[in-house]
């Protein structure tokens, strides 16, 4: 459910709402009214927001081109493909939503590879935050407190830490480059063991950071 209130978009989600089966979807939302009256009231009486956050005028430049970062070639040579692949920026407006709007108020680079064959699934994808290392620096804390994300040394960039996750299948390397939190992710069924993903992603950065300034 999605709702308006003033100038804030609520997107509102339930899982495991204990209700009889059977029942219409509009007998389970009059069931979880009461809450989502709670939830708009909250917003409706919050103290206005701040200003938009903005990167710090030191922060590098990130690059606009996808591309920079791996060519449609280099991802080939490096996922053991001969099909078409489409680089884009993931702004085509599909699956448009609440995620995709804060990420667009905050300026989030987003760059997707797309061989012909995987339709709507990316088997590598990168976002970066302009200015994000402060976002990356309180992330990191939790990212690697149970020691299935550890920090590695990536040339080009002040710091990294890399880990797989089970539940989607991708690992991540996530990296501050010039001040920017940037994250790349590839699904690891591809590629082969941790340690492969790990040294291909490694890899991608420390190839694409001389290219930034280019």
């Known amino acids: ?16 709402i204990d209700v009889n089966p059977s029942l219409s979807n509009d007998a389970v939302s009059e069931h979880v009214a009461p809450l989502i009256a709670e939830i708009v009231s909250a917003v409706r009486n919050a ?30 040579s490096e996922f053991g ?10 702004n085509d407006g599909e699956g448009w939503g609440i995620d995709n709007a ?5 300026g ?9 064959s995987t339709g709507q699934t990316w088997p590598l994808y990168i976002t970066a935050l302009p200015g994000g290392e402060w976002g990356y620096d309180r992330s990191s804390v939790f990212m690697t407190a149970d ?14 830490t890399f880990g797989c996750h089970v539940y989607s299948g991708f690992c991540t390397l996530d990296t501050v480059i010039a001040g920017n939190w940037v994250q ?10 941790a340690g492969d ?14 290219r930034f300034s280019a």
Do not use: H
Request: glycine letters at 8%.
């Open 184 to 193: 790349l992710s590839a699904e690891q069924a591809l590629i082969g063991a």
């Open 147 to 160: 020691g299935t994300v550890q920090a590695v040394s990536v040339i080009g960039a002040e710091r990294a």
């Open 197 to 210: 993903v790990q040294a291909l992603l490694i890899g991608i950065v420390e190839r694409a950071v001389p």
């Open 1 to 16: 459910m999605n709702i308006f209130v003033g100038e804030s978009w609520i997107e509102f989600i339930a899982q495991g």
């Open 81 to 90: 493909t001969a099909e078409e692949v489409l680089i884009s920026d993931g």
């Open 102 to 106: 804060a990420w667009t108020i905050v």
């Open 108 to 116: 989030v680079d987003r760059c997707m590879w797309v061989p012909e």
């Open 47 to 76: 103290p206005a927001p701040e200003k938009l956050w903005v990167a710090p005028a030191s922060t590098g430049i990130l690059p606009a081109d996808c591309s920079v970062y791996a060519t449609a070639d280099e991802f080939r």
